[in-house]
């Protein structure tokens, strides 16, 4: 009874499945509307999150893969939800997200992760260069926002980003979770590096430019930031359970020391 309460407060997600396109338009329109207007101080559940995140992912499913423009545009679209839950939390009533309070952002990118994972094994090839690109456009934006948290001095940017990589290490780079399928995880050993590299580097430009008394002191930060999104890769090194993920997580770490050690 409580879990159908809670997924009675958000739109219906079904109409993500039509066979018309302008129907899931009109719906997910509806879902982004929806997102926008709630108050900050009453985060989304997971259960909600999780059958948007569900509808979303039927939808991108149903979109037509012929048309490269306009799939990159759904999927920016998705990925920019992510925008959405950050500024919610920058919202919220409290100064400080502690360990007990509800992120938005948090609850949101846990979800995706967990709906990816669950639904990877019955991505059929006309469809799987959709989802990859979906997984590369979350991680770009969620390296984005994260270092643009150290970049302005965000309040408690650390906590924040360190929630993000507890989440990270239990879904796509967990060692050992065999929930997360292996071709999850190497997609995203695939792009970590290139994706990290490219935000670290637009945001040190951002503080260049922006000409702050404390500019070093924040590009210093930022790159501190990048190295900790590598800790991650790391532990993958060393304990993931399939050699194949050891091999490419030594990989990007070796890529990683020429593109971002070399920011320094």
Do not use: H, M
């Given at each position: 009874m409580a879990q159908h309460a809670e997924a009675a407060t958000i739109p219906s997600v079904k109409d993500l499945a039509s066979?018309?396109?302008?129907v899931r338009r009109a719906c997910l329109n509806t879902i982004m509307t929806y997102l926008n207007d709630q108050s900050a101080s009453s985060p989304l559940t997971l259960t909600e999150c999780l059958q948007i995140w569900r509808g979303f992912y039927v939808g991108l499913y149903m979109h037509d893969s012929r048309y490269a423009l306009s799939v990159q545009s759904l999927v920016a679209e998705l990925a920019g939800?992510?925008?959405i839950m950050n500024e919610k939390d920058r919202e919220s009533t409290a100064?400080?997200?502690?360990?007990?309070?509800?992120?938005?952002?948090?609850t949101w990118t846990a979800a995706f992760w967990e709906t990816v994972c669950r639904e990877w094994s019955s991505i059929d090839q006309w469809r799987m260069n959709k989802v990859l690109l979906l997984v590369r456009f979350i991680v770009r934006e969620l390296f984005n926002l994260t270092l643009g948290l150290v970049s302005t001095g965000e309040p408690a940017s650390q906590h924040r980003i360190a929630r993000q990589l507890q989440i990270l290490e239990i879904w796509p780079l967990s060692p050992r979770e065999r929930k997360v399928p292996d071709g999850m995880r190497l997609h995203v050993l695939d792009i970590w590096v290139e994706e990290l590299a490219g935000q670290l580097s637009a945001a040190q430009k951002v503080v260049d430019e922006s000409g702050q008394s404390d500019g070093e002191e924040k590009k210093v930060a930022l790159l501190a930031t990048a190295k900790a999104f590598m800790a991650p890769l790391d532990k993958l090194s060393k304990e993931a359970l399939s050699k194949g993920v050891k091999l490419r997580a030594k990989e990007a770490i070796k890529l990683a020391e020429e593109k971002i050690l070399g920011m320094s």
């Open positions: 066979s018309e396109a302008s939800t992510l925008r100064d400080e997200l502690d360990s007990q309070s509800k992120s938005w952002l948090d």
